[in-house]
């Protein structure tokens, strides 16, 4: 399970080494490849191979009749990247993906439970990060009073 946030460094080459913490909760049965997509609301999503595995099987289990269903396939795997985390801990993300979540220099990391969010921070502090008072009220009315 990957939880915490933290505040990254991306080098000029795109590389961004992933905190100790995260690192660590990643599965040894994983290997050295993490799956990376296009998120939502702006963010790129990370994913282990396990998490992303069950993702593609939802994916790809769409007809291939449906026109509705393809332009999700194809949006889907047109956002796709695979990175290969080298010894250091490090994933080189690729211009475009930056680009598209408008990341420069500094990256938000947000762990989501099953996978990882990477945010520009700016963009994640304003218009993404909740006043606690609005998410105990959303709880309220989303779960009930347990």
Wanted: aromatic share 10%.
């Amino acid at each position: 399970m990957f939880n915490g946030q933290f505040v990254c460094k991306i080098d000029a080459k795109g590389r961004l080494a992933l905190p100790a913490k995260l690192k660590a909760a990643i599965p040894s049965s994983n290997g050295n490849e993490l799956y990376l997509r296009f998120g939502d609301e702006g963010c790129l999503a990370l994913y282990t191979d396990q998490e992303f595995k069950s993702l593609y099987n939802q994916i790809n289990g769409l007809s291939d009749r449906n026109e509705l269903h393809r332009k999700i396939k194809r949006a889907f795997f047109n956002s796709l990247a695979v990175l290969e985390m080298d010894s250091a801990g490090r994933i080189l993300i690729p211009k475009n993906f930056l680009e598209y979540a408008n990341i420069d220099s500094e990256v938000y990391i947000q762990g989501i439970g099953k996978f990882i969010e990477l945010w520009n921070p700016n963009t994640f502090k304003n218009e993404i990060e909740m006043d606690p008072k609005e998410l105990s009220a959303l709880l309220d009315s989303t779960l009930g009073e347990l």
